[in-house]
């Protein structure tokens, strides 16, 4: 079955604790890229990539790094975490190297940080 | 810059009544997809329909209608007859290149 699988679906973690949330997934897409949800403020993406070894900032990146060393994974690194990251955040594929197609997302991480 | 504006919040109806949700954009891009998405309460993302910006026709999938006015710059949706299983939040997105632009989403809830 074609799909973005993130992990973990929930966290709760302290501040300063180093974390990262993995995504992988299984159609061979070129592209990938991780958005944050908070209320009132829609997704905003984070960081995306077109490819591999190819990195770059979205909108809101301060406080997160990604790495893409190979095409499936593209997890996403929180090194000191704050509370203002409590968030629901989202993985997303899609097939060529942008996402005009459509974009495949994953089931979404629930992060608390206290 | 891109902007996705969805000004209604929050819509209550009750069952059976026709609801439509806005959806405004702006871009200064003239290639561009306009796309909707659903997130029921469990908080998946699920993918409802793609336009790109040349195609103005107006689909229908089932109860599910959407109007694309390149003039008014709108990308509408409508459902016919709502249920309760619509109760859920509805993002509007735009994309272009390098990511999606999403409205801060319109929570709609069905009241039986």
């Known amino acids: 079955e074609a799909q973005v699988t993130q992990n973990p679906r929930y966290l709760i973690t302290v501040t300063g604790k180093k974390l990262t949330v993995t995504c992988s997934q299984n159609m061979n897409h070129e592209y990938m890229s991780w958005y944050r949800q908070d209320p009132g403020l829609g997704l905003r993406q984070i960081y995306y990539s077109m490819n591999v070894e190819v990195t770059d900032k979205g909108d809101v990146p301060e406080g997160y790094k990604v790495s893409r060393k190979e095409k499936r994974n593209f997890p996403l690194i929180l090194e000191s975490p704050s509370p203002n990251q409590t968030s629901l955040y989202f993985c997303a594929s899609s097939p060529l190297g942008s996402p005009n197609t459509e974009a495949f997302f994953g089931q979404g991480t629930r992060l608390t940080v206290v | 810059a891109q902007k996705v504006t969805q000004a209604q919040t929050e819509i209550s109806v009750v069952e059976k009544e026709d609801v439509t949700l806005d959806c405004v954009y702006e871009?200064?891009?003239?290639?561009?997809?306009l796309f909707w998405y659903k997130q029921p309460p469990s908080g998946e993302l699920v993918f409802l329909i793609r336009r790109n910006s040349f195609d103005e026709q107006n689909e229908i999938s089932g109860r599910y209608s959407w109007n694309f006015q390149k003039s008014t710059s709108s990308f509408n949706f409508t459902i016919t007859a709502s249920q309760v299983v619509d109760s859920a939040v509805y993002f509007c997105a735009l994309s272009d290149v390098n990511q999606f632009y999403f409205g801060t989403g319109t929570s709609l809830t069905v009241i039986p």
């Open positions: 871009t200064r891009d003239t290639t561009y997809y």
